[in-house]
Nanobody
Framework: QVQLVESGGGLVQPGGSLRLSCSAS????????MGWYRQAPGKPRELVAN????????TYSDSVKGRFILSRDNAKNTMNLQMNSLKPEDTAVYYC?????????WGQGTQVTVSS
């Protein structure tokens, strides 16, 4: 069973930065893809950023493009999300996701709050 553990959430002022990390229990190169999702209160979960397993190709939602950077450390089996120029509307629980051919696994989520 693949396990994902997120870390790095917290409270930050508007315009600030945070770095989220997702640590996997197995090699992340074995995944078809990994991604960061977020869910704000009363809203559906949305994809924030995604990276493919083989090529490492990244994509971002329009709402975070140019502000967030997704990266991975294959040796540490870790995926990171550098979040810059944070806005109050970025406030949400952020979830790490990993997908294989027939399965999908979620982390427990980490709260990000952007407020002055």
């Amino acid at each position: 069973q693949v396990q994902l553990v997120e870390s790095g959430g917290g409270l930050v002022q508007p315009g600030g930065s945070l770095r989220l990390s997702c640590s996997a229990s197995i090699s992340i190169l074995s995944f078809f893809a990994m991604g960061w999702y977020r869910q704000a209160p009363g809203k559906p979960r949305e994809l924030v950023a995604n990276i493919t397993g083989s090529s490492g190709y990244t994509t971002y939602s329009d709402s975070v493009k140019g502000r967030f950077i997704l990266s991975r450390d294959n040796a540490k089996n870790t995926m990171n999300l550098q979040m810059n120029s944070l806005k109050p509307e970025d406030t949400a629980v952020y979830y790490c996701n990993a997908r294989g051919r027939y399965w999908s696994v979620w982390g427990q989520g980490t709260q990000v709050t952007v407020s002055s």
